[in-house]
């Protein structure tokens, strides 16, 4: 007996699937079979004891062949997959996580998905002060030095936000955060102080300008959105200086509900650009479409944030999303398991700083660059594993309509340098088309099927390791589309 199991919800036998009665005969396939149902077996046996976790669960040692047995947490902030438990603060609640497991054992794989509920801990955290001023990002030396003798120096770096940290609304739960920025806007600007605990919001946070968002740290405050469209976003044609940080936006993942994390969209990329906007201490998650997308903006500022587990809606959905934008710098930032899209997308965009990233357990491709005007990108310490297709994809292609293959050089990503960084465990590292100018410096590849794969694409390659020799194309056919 088969089945065949829809992701769309539900809990163990209660999720919607389809059956079909088959008769395995080859003797392989059956003993695959038999073994495989003693691991989810297990697998169920474990859960079943543990449907309230107070400590971590023992999950990689699970089955009687555990290498067979894989996990996969909806929530990794309190359960990773590795079954690691982090108690939500007693001003959040309990927690509610559903675990994927996947047991595969040669041709045979079988699923089950199971719900943990993690209690809140007893006694309250004070939580740490949270400044209001924006975080200053220090650029790691080897960046800085990269720029002066590669680029020579021809980068234009972000500009910060300016504050008006002197005037100050204070919002309790239930209390309207929309009221506090409208009356800190006609006063010039201002900060929103969320205190601790679920902010719930059912619409748009309508941003201003010399608007600063704080909470009391990620673990502690949290904007719930319920809504559509957008929790955060604007109204304005061109919105500047603004800060959110030191909290979790948190959508609502199983729904209906097409909705982003953060969608800020300039009206003309000449005339009206969002700019000097700051992310900083975030966590962004469980939304539908986008967890960050910006669209015609510049002075990004992506600092100490988590984006993660966004974009169930769709494949074109990813958990960050840069448009049309230019001066970014991402440091320190975390965006791992996109739900079908990638984990960072990087269209028509320039002047972009990535330190310290990474990105785990993509579906398709880990990180996406093409476009025009895309380019001047430095990626130093990016660590990608675990995409089900390609870590780095650089294409080509025009991005509203990735099907057709464009050979014009200025759709494709240039100058590129990659350095420090680790692109391992991916089914291919790398699949690049007429990316020009591309350094790869001190940096290591070892994927499944292929490290690099380019097709007329001839980038420099400095004390870099490879498992797969990068292999040239100049044919388009003979590459992989994804």
Request: proline share 4%.
């Amino acid at each position: 007996m088969l089945s065949f199991i829809s992701d769309d919800g539900g809990v163990g036998v209660q999720r919607p699937h389809l059956v079909l009665t088959t008769v395995l005969t080859d003797p392989k396939e059956i003993a695959d079979f038999k073994q495989a149902e003693r691991d989810l077996a297990s697998a169920r046996s474990l859960l079943e004891k543990s449907k309230v976790a107070t400590s971590n669960l023992p999950l990689q040692t699970r089955g009687l062949s555990p290498e067979s047995v894989t996990w996969s947490s909806w929530d990794t902030d309190i359960i990773t997959d590795g079954g690691e438990v982090t108690r939500p603060q007693k001003e959040i609640g309990d927690a509610h996580v559903k675990l994927d497991v996947s047991v595969t054992h040669g041709a045979v794989k079988m699923r089950d998905r199971f719900e943990v509920e993690v209690p809140a801990r007893e006694v309250a955290e004070e939580p740490r002060p949270t400044p209001a001023k924006v975080d200053t990002v220090e650029l790691e030396s080897t960046v800085k030095t990269l720029i002066a003798d590669r680029w020579s120096n021809d980068f234009t770096h972000v500009e910060y936000p300016s504050q008006n940290i002197a005037n100050e609304v204070l919002v309790h739960p239930g209390e309207s955060i929309q009221s506090a920025v409208d009356t800190l806007a006609a006063q010039g600007g201002g900060v929103v102080r969320l205190t601790e605990g679920i902010h719930t919001v059912a619409a748009k946070i309508n941003l201003k300008n010399i608007i600063t968002i704080v909470g009391a740290g990620r673990d502690h405050t949290v904007i719930r959105y319920q809504g559509t469209g957008a929790a955060i976003g604007t109204a304005q044609r061109t919105l500047t200086d603004v800060v959110v940080k030191d909290l979790t936006i948190a959508g609502e993942r199983g729904t209906a509900n097409l909705s982003h994390g953060v969608l800020l969209e300039g009206v003309d990329p000449v005339a009206s650009r969002h700019s000097r906007i700051a992310l900083q201490n975030l966590t962004v998650k469980d939304f539908t479409v986008h967890g960050v997308h910006m669209k015609r903006s510049s002075n990004i500022i992506m600092s100490n944030t988590k984006v993660h587990h966004n974009g169930e809606a769709n494949g074109l959905y990813h958990n960050v999303y840069w448009l049309f934008d230019n001066n970014i710098l991402q440091s320190d930032v975390d965006m791992s398991n996109p739900i079908r899209g990638k984990g960072a997308k990087y269209t028509s965009t320039s002047n972009v700083i990535v330190q310290r990233a990474q990105i785990r357990n993509s579906t398709v491709n880990g990180v996406q660059a093409d476009g025009a005007n895309d380019n001047k990108i430095l990626f130093h310490k990016f660590d990608i594993t675990g995409s089900g297709k390609t870590a780095l994809w650089f294409i080509a292609e025009i991005f509203s309509n990735p099907n057709q293959y464009t050979e014009d050089p200025l759709n494709a990503p240039r100058d590129v340098i990659i350095n420090e960084s680790k692109i391992t465990g991916n089914k291919r590292g790398g699949v690049w088309k007429i990316a020009s100018n591309v350094q790869v410096i001190n940096s290591t590849f070892a994927n499944w099927d292929s490290d690099l794969l380019l097709m007329k694409s001839y980038p420099t390659f400095e004390n870099t390791t490879f498992t797969h020799p990068p292999q040239y194309f100049t044919d388009p056919a003979k590459v992989p589309l994804f």
